[in-house]
């Protein structure tokens, strides 16, 4: 193989990663932002055991991400953490929250502390999906970029129009997802009402993601030149359409795991669309796009980037096979017993 | 104030405040595997009780550990991002590895582990279990890997490109094995099984003097004395071994560790002293002789002192001797509490003298404070350098972020750490309190299987 062909390999690995993030954790923290919208106790509590057994597991898929993105373009986790420093601390912080919130929620009785960890469980999954959405627009958008990589940011620069739709559309995204997972995992009156929230979570987030679209098509033309280029990629944004407009077919004929795998598919399509549009840059320059970090410049040692695609040859087929069986030991409805959070 | 400073106190705090758990989750994990390994051999209903009730434990363990080890792996990128572009190349890789042979393991398997027990067979749960202690162990086994290589850099060498020079790699086994990776397991891992044992044995006391569950603390008791033994003599190997390490490959370290300034053959071991920095001396109880003997065989042995290096390259002295030899005095009492209170166990006497229970109720302290103080010798014995002896700390950091927002992030870190402390405290009593219950015993129809 020639060496670009591991940098190009490492940028769909990545994109993988996060793709994998983005679908599993995804539904976890959907379910979060809609813990509120419970109503009553026992309610709240099958939100919570319906991803009891999977928010961990689905972390990790950020957590390994966050390792590959070190080990395959350590300029890139170096300027993207350290310039957006604010905005990860707060996003680390949501995350330490959320998990412990999840844990400790029901190991007391008591209003006051339960009231508290849901809403803190609410509200670090809402924070945490905004700041994800963010930071994916601002890597879009682009950055300032100094000539040895390094970027002095700060949190009010980042928070602007375009970085905050795309925030709101990871929020939008993320809900409907959580939606579509509460439909299959609950059972009676609540399965009836949480049916009801599937479709203005999907209404918000088909809005969002036109504004998003028509913002980038105007201000970031650099995204459109691929699709320019290769007609044939249009596949991809149709089947987009497709997948998305699918999800209300499924739940109205009552097929509510192919409902949430055409909103898994949707999700991962619009990342493959985002992945398109920004290849080979992993962090766009505002000042000068030749200042771009790519996957090519802002790379490992082929000989690093080769180790670690035997490591994840080896790895990662395991993975995918013990967490599909463990999300196969735990389907169907959710029912609480004495070891449920 | 000073950026540098700052950024090292972050890091402290943070990995400080973590490291409470994974020791516990990895030393917790084991005696997990033992218990119903025992159970699935015996059939011994009470120690089906004893693992539903630990794992409990291990999942309150394992949730603040998971929360607090998330920020680990991005503050590398955060703090210290002039470090992660010098070492990405070689650092990244084993945390990488983590995620995917770690991470993964344990976590998926800790579902099964916590809410599978209807809905898996048992030798598919004692499977899990397994799946999980080992995944702990993985874990560790790539964050020795990763920080061995800052102590002691093998296989890379230095190459200049567009953006400035970095580190590459140039044999990953050879930075995987570096030398002192191997020490450095051992001796990390066994304060973990320490750890966790002793946290077994504590609560099993405290069970004792209260006079309740009396069969249930016993056989706690019976498994975690057996690792706190193993462990607590393999330490003694582990240890001495660490610092042959040190003294082959760090001198800076092993002369701070000692407080030896001057070069010389026939130096002593000092069993509890203050360095005298200004004066260049220890005043405490020392062997003569016996530092060259431990190291190189010999009283020839010569050890290099202090002296030898300018005092910008040298690292903070009495912070590393006393780190050092406090953790090496708990080592020391933990041989003591694990043989003696075992045996006196094996015997009967322990049950019979409340004022020996209690320390044991109390020990649960000390392999905690013995790793937090083996790992700040190991991290501020490598000062001034971040990787030793190729990149100082001052030069890591990451310099755009500015001293405000560290401390802004320092402030916010101190005050929610707190915060989950007291609430793991409260909840981790609760659990205790509340014991074992009746529900935790196999189920009939499962008992007759």
Redesign the interface.
């Known amino acids: 193989m020639t060496g670009e062909l591991y940098n190009i390999i490492w940028y769909l690995l990545v994109g993988v990663l996060l793709t994998g993030y983005a679908i599993l954790d995804g539904f976890d923290l959907g379910v979060g932002g809609l813990h509120l919208l419970a109503r009553g106790d026992r309610d709240r509590r099958i939100f919570l055991n319906s991803i009891?057994?999977?928010w961990?597991?689905n972390?990790?898929w950020?957590?390994?991400?966050?390792?590959?993105l070190?080990?395959?373009f350590?300029?890139v986790?170096?300027?993207?953490?350290?310039?957006f420093?604010?905005a990860?601390?707060l996003l680390?912080?949501m995350?330490?929250?959320r998990?412990?919130s999840?844990?400790?929620r029901s190991?007391?009785e008591g209003r006051a502390w339960r009231g508290f960890w849901d809403w803190a469980f609410s509200v670090s999954s809402v924070v945490a999906s905004l700041l994800i959405g963010v930071a994916l627009g601002n890597v879009a958008w682009g950055v300032p970029l100094e000539?040895?990589?390094?970027?002095?940011?700060n949190l009010l620069a980042q928070l602007h129009p375009y970085t905050v739709m795309t925030g709101l559309m990871v929020v939008a995204m993320f809900l409907m997802h959580g939606a579509i997972y509460l439909v299959m995992k609950t059972e009676g009156d609540l399965n009836a009402r949480v049916r009801t929230w599937v479709r203005p979570t999907i209404i918000a987030f088909i809005i969002m993601y036109v504004i998003v679209t028509m913002a980038t098509l105007l201000y970031l033309p650099q995204m459109a030149e691929p699709f320019r280029a290769h007609p044939l990629l249009f596949v991809v944004p149709a089947l987009s359409v497709l997948a998305i407009a699918n999800i209300p077919r499924e739940i109205h004929l009552g097929r509510e795991l192919r409902a949430f795998l055409s909103s898994s598919l949707a999700m991962a399509l619009l990342l493959v669309l985002f992945g398109i549009g920004m290849f080979p840059e992993l962090i766009h320059a505002s000042n000068d796009p030749a200042l771009s970090m790519t996957a090519f410049?802002a790379a490992?040692?082929q000989?690093?980037l080769q180790?670690?695609l035997i490591?994840?040859a080896i790895?990662?087929p395991l993975?995918v096979g013990?967490?599909f069986h463990?999300y196969r030991?735990?389907q169907g409805k959710v029912k609480l017993?004495?070891?449920?959070y | 104030m000073d950026l540098v400073l700052l950024s090292r106190i972050q890091f402290a705090l943070t990995i400080g405040f973590h490291y409470f758990y994974p020791p516990l989750s990895i030393g917790l994990g084991l005696v997990l595997v033992l218990m119903e390994g025992m159970y699935l051999k015996t059939r011994d209903p009470l120690y089906h009780q004893l693992t539903r009730f630990w794992v409990r434990i291990f999942g309150l363990i394992f949730a603040f550990g998971v929360g607090s080890g998330i920020v680990m792996e991005f503050e590398f990128g955060t703090n210290w991002a002039a470090y992660s572009r010098f070492v990405g190349d070689i650092f990244g890789s084993p945390l990488a590895a983590e995620g995917i042979f770690a991470f993964f393991l344990e976590s998926g398997f800790l579902a099964l582990l916590l809410f599978g027990w209807d809905r898996i067979s048992e030798r598919m749960h004692f499977f899990a279990t397994c799946m999980v202690a080992l995944g702990a162990h993985f874990s560790a086994i790539w964050i020795i890997v990763a920080n061995s290589w800052m102590q002691t850099p093998t296989a890379y060498h230095i190459v200049d490109t567009a953006v400035g020079p970095r580190a590459e790699i140039t044999s990953f086994w050879g930075a995987v094995l570096n030398p002192s990776t191997l020490d450095r397991l051992a001796h990390t891992l066994m304060g973990a099984w320490q750890a966790g044992a002793f946290f077994v044995i504590s609560v099993a006391a405290y069970y004792l003097l209260k006079r309740q569950h009396v069969a249930f603390a016993r056989a706690s008791m019976k498994v975690a004395f057996v690792v706190a033994a193993v462990a607590s003599l393999g330490q003694l190997v582990s240890g001495h071994s660490s610092a042959v390490t040190v003294y082959e490959h760090q001198p800076t370290k092993l002369a701070a560790m000692e407080g030896i300034y001057a070069t010389g053959k026939s130096a002593d071991l000092t069993v509890i002293g203050w360095v005298d920095e200004a004066n260049k001396q220890v005043i405490g109880i020392k062997i003569p002789g016996l530092l060259s003997v431990l190291t190189g065989g010999s009283t020839d042995t010569v050890i290099r002192g202090l002296d030898e290096w300018p005092a910008a390259d040298r690292p903070p002295v009495q912070l590393t001797f006393q780190t050092y030899h406090v953790m090496v005095a708990i080592g020391m009492a933990l041989i003591l509490l694990a043989c003696g209170g075992g045996l006196l166990a094996w015997r009967g006497v322990l049950f019979k003298h409340r004022w020996l229970l209690w320390i044991m109720v109390v020990a649960v302290l000390l392999p905690q404070a013995a790793n937090q103080l083996g790992w700040a010798t190991a991290e501020v014995g490598r000062q001034p350098w971040i990787v030793y002896g190729l990149m100082r700390t001052a030069d890591g950091v990451s310099d755009t972020v500015s001293a405000g927002n560290v401390l802004f992030s320092l402030i916010l870190f101190t005050l929610i750490y707190v915060g989950l402390f007291v609430v793991f405290i409260a909840l981790l009593d609760q659990k205790v309190r509340k014991g074992p219950l009746d529900s935790d015993l196999p189920r009939k129809q499962e008992a007759r299987r």
């Open positions: 009891g057994p999977f961990d597991g972390q990790v950020l957590v390994t991400g966050g390792g590959a070190f080990a395959a350590p300029h986790y170096a300027t993207a953490f350290s310039g420093y604010i990860f601390i680390l912080f995350l330490v929250f998990g412990v999840i844990h400790v190991l007391r000539a040895d990589f390094r970027y002095q940011g410049n490992s040692s000989k690093t180790t670690m490591m994840a790895g990662m993975v013990y967490t463990i030991v735990f017993d004495s070891m449920s």
